[in-house]
């Protein structure tokens, strides 16, 4: 490979990183503030276990420079710097009652001094931050690509080899091309493009998504323990569950779920969680959150009533899923009764649970409308100007001079 590739951090990510990146052919050049990582290249070893790391260390050259050298030597700086937590946040201590950022000195100062060597060098910052970070703290300074990894400390090699997916997040087209056409020359996995907020979402979201599930797991292990069930079992049947719980289904945002099953389980699962004295009702979280995120879309309702007094409010939508006209424990209704209590007046309609003819192309008039069931005949109606929509499935495409509050999108959905 005729590019060079330079690294700002040669730690316990940036390293193994650097030495899989010159397995592929590139010459690769890192500079890290810490002396003790030279001792580590001439040694061939690191302090942390990392599985394979001695293979890809027999044959490295991998120089270690300057700061200034490996900024203006290296056509991609990816930059591997800290984004420390102190210790008391680690997860090994008692959660504090404080609530703290990552401490993104490191990476300010790292992409201040490339700046003011060379403000046009393409930056991959792989740090992990949390979303609006690289918005507020690191584009003031200079353009970026943001594109984290998703890799596990002692497996970074061969998950840096084969990821499920390159995330790259960038507002730059020529950037994004660059980086597309070298993480082709490193594996065969799809590219996911999208703005570096974005990014910053996918990649904290991924690592609570394991904890989620791990916690899941562990709430039915305390449960099996205290009622006299095999957890093995419970965790098996959800592993051959393929349709359901393993697979892009419910992966939508939206509304709460509901149906005659989901709710109410969960709240009488919450009983039993009481009644058993598990060391903590998640059922009750789970439909706390639920009610909650409800809360959440009356206050979007509320925002625009508030810029838009003279308009009807029209909830669209009674029942608890697409396509059906069973309105069981529906996340529309309940939304209907917390506008009730707010004292918000406003019409609740559906073609499939009311006896009521709406056809496809049908067009509404003047008023502020929410979709609470994403039926699909929905996203062919057709709103009058001045008009808004608020929709948290992202279904309704733009109309002319209607706005369309689509919840946690930038654009429409294309299911």
């Given at each position: 490979?005729?590019?060079?590739?330079?690294?700002?951090?040669?730690?316990?990510?940036?390293?193994?990183?650097?030495?899989?990146?010159?397995?592929?052919?590139?010459?690769?050049?890192?500079y890290d503030v810490n002396p003790n990582v030279a001792k580590w290249i001439k040694d061939k070893q690191i302090p942390t276990v990392e599985a394979d790391i001695h293979e890809y260390f027999k044959d490295t050259k991998l120089e270690l420079q300057s700061f200034?050298?490996?900024?203006?030597?290296?056509?991609?700086?990816?930059?591997?710097?800290?984004?420390?937590?102190?210790?008391?946040?680690?997860g090994a201590h008692h959660l504090p009652d404080t609530r703290v950022d990552f401490d993104y000195s490191f990476l300010i100062n790292?992409?201040?001094?490339?700046?003011?060597?060379?403000?046009?060098?393409?930056?991959?910052?792989?740090?992990?931050?949390?979303?609006?970070?690289?918005?507020?703290?690191?584009?003031?300074?200079?353009?970026?690509?943001?594109?984290?990894?998703?890799?596990?400390?002692?497996?970074?090699?061969?998950?840096?080899?084969?990821?499920?997916?390159?995330?790259?997040?960038?507002?730059h087209s020529d950037k994004t091309e660059v980086m597309t056409e070298f993480y082709k020359t490193i594996n065969n996995a799809p590219m996911l493009v999208t703005d570096p907020t974005t990014a910053e979402c996918i990649k904290v979201s991924y690592n609570t998504f394991i904890t989620a599930k791990t916690v899941l797991a562990n709430t039915w292990g305390e449960i099996a323990h205290k009622v006299g069930a095999d957890v093995n079992d419970i965790t098996r049947a959800w592993s051959m569950s393929s349709k359901r719980l393993l697979s892009p289904r419910y992966l939508r945002s939206g509304v709460g779920d509901g149906g005659g099953c989901h709710p109410r389980d969960n709240i009488a699962l919450?009983?039993?969680?009481?009644?058993?004295?598990?060391s903590y009702d998640l059922f009750d979280a789970l439909m706390t959150a639920r009610e909650k995120h409800m809360g959440f879309i009356a206050d979007v309702i509320i925002k625009e009533i508030d810029s838009n007094p003279d308009l009807n409010v029209v909830l669209l939508g009674k029942s608890f899923k697409p396509?059906?006209?069973?309105?069981?424990?529906?996340?529309?209704?309940?939304?209907?009764?917390?506008?009730?209590?707010?004292?918000i007046r406003c019409e609740h309609i559906d073609p499939y649970s009311d006896d009521i003819a709406l056809e496809p192309n049908d067009i509404f008039s003047e008023g502020i409308y929410v979709i609470c069931t994403a039926h699909r005949d929905f996203s062919t109606y057709q709103f009058v100007s001045d008009s808004v929509v608020i929709d948290p499935f992202g279904i309704i495409q733009d109309q002319p001079g209607v706005k369309v509050v689509r919840i946690g999108r930038l654009t429409p959905t294309n299911y």
């Open positions: 490979m005729d590019k060079c590739i330079g690294f700002i951090g040669l730690g316990r990510l940036g390293l193994p990183v650097a030495l899989t990146i010159e397995s592929k052919g590139y010459k690769v050049i890192g200034e050298e490996v900024v203006k030597n290296s056509d991609i700086v990816f930059v591997a710097v800290q984004t420390p937590h102190e210790e008391e946040y680690d790292a992409v201040d001094k490339i700046a003011k060597i060379d403000k046009t060098k393409l930056v991959a910052i792989i740090s992990t931050t949390l979303p609006g970070t690289i918005k507020r703290e690191v584009e003031p300074i200079m353009d970026v690509i943001y594109t984290p990894q998703f890799i596990a400390m002692g497996t970074v090699i061969e998950d840096y080899l084969n990821p499920e997916f390159n995330l790259i997040g960038s507002n919450s009983a039993l969680a009481r009644r058993l004295d598990l396509g059906t006209n069973i309105t069981s424990g529906s996340p529309a209704l309940l939304l209907a009764r917390i506008l009730e209590t707010l004292n």
